[in-house]
């Protein structure tokens, strides 16, 4: 694991709340896409999730996770917070409202909890794989231990 000052905010959250993960480092991850990283780490693209955040259009903020390799529906996700519409909130909103930046923001460990909702698929693997928060870093824990962490929905989120 390393120096405790190698941990990720997202691995401190996780620890304080004692649940299992084991963490994946992609070297050289700048610039690639989160399927390029999980190629890398010889990982199943289908367990590796990427977290989208948005705006809808009352103005408040919702989380997604969603498989690396799909693209997030924006109509079947704002239908599962209860939204006219959403969109994705631009790049440089990303560092003040999360504490992340682009590429390696996770649904865990953000300044503020917003409504997070993951990928119905995320429910069919005993472990899932999403951003430790940094760029290339990787953490893969049960989804069911994440509910001790954060609250969450599970439903069909992705472009057929």
Request: aromatic letters at 6%.
């Amino acid at each position: 694991m390393g120096k405790s000052d190698d941990k990720t905010n997202v691995c401190r959250v996780l620890d304080q709340k004692k649940v299992p993960y084991k963490t994946h480092v992609c070297p050289d991850a700048e610039g690639l896409s989160g399927v390029e990283i999980v190629a890398k780490l010889g990982q199943n693209p289908a367990q590796a999730f990427k977290t989208l955040v948005t705006v809808g259009k009352t103005g408040k903020n919702y989380v997604f996770v969603v498989p690396v390799d799909k693209e997030l529906d924006l109509k079947k996700a704002a239908k599962a917070v209860g939204e006219k519409s959403i969109e994705m909130i631009k790049s440089k909103e990303l560092l003040p409202l999360t504490g992340y930046i682009h590429g390696g923001c996770s649904p865990i460990g953000m300044k503020k909890f917003f409504t997070t909702t993951f990928h119905s698929t995320a429910a069919d693997y005993d472990t899932i794989m999403f951003s430790a928060g940094k760029i290339g870093h990787q953490v893969e824990v049960n989804l069911r231990d994440i509910e001790k962490v954060i609250r969450f929905q599970i439903t069909d989120i992705v472009v057929d």
